[in-house]
């Protein structure tokens, strides 16, 4: 019973959670946090004290829905282990001095493995969280189309800009503050089908 209740708490937390505690960001991981001082982030006249901690209050609006998923016994996950050696390792192809950066790319993550995140994606969505009885309450989930190669190609491009550019959530990167706005991101994709596709990315 106990490991039935974690298993269907965690799998809500994919859908419950926020973005950037997706993505990383509330650790530093992409923000970069954890490498500036703290001392100048604080208000001046906490910086010879501890700051005061003031307690939010507590309030319905938007409360986020409860999405409750089905339970399935007897399958347990064995995972497949691959024998590695010095024979099987490394890129065996020559790479020429030409080539782009995402032919590069490429020769790592390769278009099958693209087509099936694709496919893993949307098999989810259509085996899993379409069948539950609240998913549209879900913003995210109720403007939901398939995926196809190109957009997982733009969406993977986004998480590796992310790392370069470094902003403190997700929806800075697509904010039209003067000060923070970065016109890549929205050129690329909106910021709901990013989260959109950030909540249902699936590899197996």
């Not at 298993?7 to 959670?17: G, L, Q």
Request: charged share 25%; with cysteine; net charge negative.
């Amino acid at each position: 019973a106990d490991q039935e209740n974690y298993d269907v708490e965690k799998t809500m937390h994919i859908f419950e959670a926020e973005d950037d505690e997706m993505l990383g960001l509330d650790l530093g991981l992409v923000t970069g946090q954890e490498d500036r001082p703290n001392t100048t982030d604080r208000p001046l006249n906490n910086i010879r004290g501890r700051p005061k901690r003031v307690a939010k209050k507590k309030s319905n609006k938007g409360k986020k829905s409860v999405i409750t998923f089905p339970w399935k016994s007897n399958q347990r996950f064995v995972p497949t282990i691959f024998n590695f050696d010095h024979t099987t390792s490394g890129i065996d192809e020559d790479i020429p001095r030409e080539s782009s950066f995402l032919e590069m790319f490429l020769q790592l993550f390769t278009m099958e493995l693209i087509s099936h995140i694709v496919s893993e994606t949307n098999s989810y969505f259509t085996d899993v969280v379409a069948k539950l009885p609240n998913y549209a309450s879900v913003d995210e989930l109720s403007t939901w189309k398939p995926v196809d190669q190109d957009e997982i190609l733009f969406f993977l491009a986004l998480c590796l800009l992310m790392s370069q550019v470094r902003k403190n959530k997700i929806n800075d990167y697509w904010s039209t503050d003067s000060l923070l706005e970065t016109k890549i991101f929205g050129q690329v994709m909106s910021r709901n089908r990013f989260k959109n596709i950030l909540k249902t990315l699936h590899f197996n």
